[in-house]
């Protein structure tokens, strides 16, 4: 058995997608899997997610992993494809292609396609990243609309970058502007991150594309998911390998860079950033030990970290072991180390076994 593994809840994924379709009843959902279903299994995600509309993937090698794997529903390259060659990989593969830059558009255009490619014209509405300029917007559409390797209807994209901060009037604009360009006869459209489906309901529209929602992590810095009703899917868990009396003046780890200041006992936990776990995790970082957080002291390790789990605690060598999701929110982990939850989630690395539960 592994001693370090992620439980991957399959009912919280369901349950969330559920929240999600009950924020946005009139919308279909885009449920966003790149990254490996955000380290929590791309092709187990994808068979359980059996009521979405479509999948999101970053890249051509993800949407194959999925059609291999036996997936049939529509899959959505979000960054559309990066060379010219892969179109017919696409067309053959059924997959539909955000389309943002005018390289794309000409290499569509140009190409000798088996079958009309479907597509995602992505406007930029200020995130600056990718994405056509409003004053572009509308001749690319034509273009597309006129070429005979295009499906028809076009859907219409865009992306937020604020959408997280509730308070910030930038994500209104950017519905505005989306809502100006949307045409009669186009397919359909879609705005929404999670954060946006949680937060900015003008944004549904026809289809929502959440990632980091279904995954039951809250993407704002000071709500919990639980304020959502959704629920952590991954769980992050080890257990202590040895537990040690440890008096004051007493450091421990590399670096020697923690001093005890009294008597206390430490507790080695089996996981450090060989598994994922950032070895940049500062002194006082929750880790929850039968029930209770403790801080880390010492540096993180590439195979273990160390918590001061007090003078007179009674956890024993073996015990069970949290280090993010069910009782101790990833969220509020990722916040401590200077990051965001999709980080800690997204990375951990293939030493650690994923373990599902139905
Ligand atoms: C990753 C991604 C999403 C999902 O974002 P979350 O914040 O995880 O919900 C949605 N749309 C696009 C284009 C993306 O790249």
Redesign the pocket.
């Known amino acids: 058995m592994n001693i370090t593994y992620a439980v991957i809840d399959l009912n919280a994924l369901q349950q969330n997608l559920q929240s999600l379709q009950q924020t946005a009843p009139g919308s279909k959902v885009?449920a966003?899997v790149?990254?490996n279903a955000?380290g929590h299994g791309m092709v187990k995600v994808a068979e359980t997610l059996q009521d979405v509309h479509a999948f999101?993937v970053?890249r051509l090698n993800e949407a194959l992993i999925l059609r291999d794997a036996g997936i049939k529903k529509p899959i959505v390259l979000?960054?559309g494809f990066f060379n010219n060659s892969d179109l017919h990989t696409l067309v053959a593969k059924n997959l539909q292609s955000?389309v943002h830059s005018e390289q794309q558009v000409d290499a569509i255009l140009k190409a000798d396609l088996a079958k009309p490619l479907q597509v995602w014209l992505?406007l930029d509405t200020g995130m600056h990243r990718?994405g056509f300029p409003p004053e572009q917007f509308d001749s690319v559409y034509q273009r597309l609309q006129n070429s005979k390797n295009i499906q028809q209807p076009i859907n219409l994209?865009t992306?937020f970058n604020c959408?997280?901060e509730l308070d910030n009037p930038i994500t209104a604009l950017q519905i505005k502007l989306f809502k100006q360009h949307i045409k009669n006869n186009s397919g359909l459209n879609?705005l929404?991150?999670?954060?946006?489906?949680l937060a900015w309901p003008e944004a549904h529209s026809d289809i929502i594309?959440?990632?980091?929602?279904?995954?039951g992590v809250s993407?704002f810095a000071d709500k919990s998911a639980e304020d959502f009703q959704l629920k952590p899917v991954m769980t992050l868990k080890s257990r202590l390998i040895a537990v040690r009396e440890h008096q004051a003046g007493e450091s421990v780890g590399y670096g020697a860079n923690w001093t005890a200041k009294q008597d206390t006992k430490l507790g080695v936990v089996a996981v450090g950033y060989g598994d994922g776990y950032p070895r940049m995790a500062p002194e006082g970082t929750p880790v929850l030990v039968n029930g209770r957080l403790v801080p880390i002291v010492g540096r993180v390790s590439m195979d273990m970290l160390t918590v001061d789990l007090g003078l007179n605690s009674s956890d024993q060598v073996g015990d069970d072991v949290t280090l993010w999701g069910e009782g101790l929110p990833a969220t509020q982990v990722a916040k401590h180390i200077g990051t965001i939850a999709?980080e800690l989630v997204t990375k951990l690395t293939s030493r650690v076994a994923l373990q599902y539960r139905e």
């Open positions: 885009l966003v790149k990254a955000y999101g970053a979000l960054e955000v992505k990718l994209i992306h959408a997280d879609s929404a991150n999670s954060a946006a489906t594309r959440p990632g980091i929602a279904l995954y993407p999709y």
